[in-house]
């Protein structure tokens, strides 16, 4: 089966193209690159910020994805949610090894008028983004998927609650607790420094 993918609204479309693939069609993984590859681009942006290893996790996902192809089972849920678990677990690695650290060379700007964030600003800024990480890891992996959803992928609730097959009730409830259980375990001092109480 050849397809061009254009909109996928419909679940059995996206996977009629997935068994296409799994059998071996390069043109309906394409089309489900050419879908998909924005959405899990934007989050790999959101978490690295950072272009060119948004664009490696990105690639490196799919990578995966066709390693995987075939493990691939219909479960009720959209093929984005699983590829996001991949590039979400893909960032971590990096982050976590210490690859996403870059050199930064100050003796010279190339950009000349470009803003540049002060020093302080910037290990403020890291600090506040490891505590949240932190924070974000120590949360059950029900509340961590369900604010990674809504937060990092934009997903709506209905969305949402539809990829964890739960009602959008249900939904709003566990994020309300998420981000509770999210702001208890920020550090009081950097809530204070930042004015979130």
Known sequence: MTAVLTDLQEDS?????????QSGDMAAFGALYRHYAPQVFGQCL??????VLAEDCTSETFVRALARMDSLR???IDIGAWLATIARNIV????KSGRSRREVLTDENPETGAYEPQPDSIVLADIARAAVRAALDNLDPSRRHCLVLRFFHGYSVVETARMMNRTPGAVKALQHRAIRALAFDIPSDIKEFFGVS
């Open 13 to 21: 479309g996206t996977w009629s193209l997935v068994s296409s693939a």
């Open 46 to 51: 959101t978490l690295t910020r950072d272009r």
């Open 74 to 76: 219909y479960r009720g």
């Open 92 to 95: 971590l690695d990096h982050l």
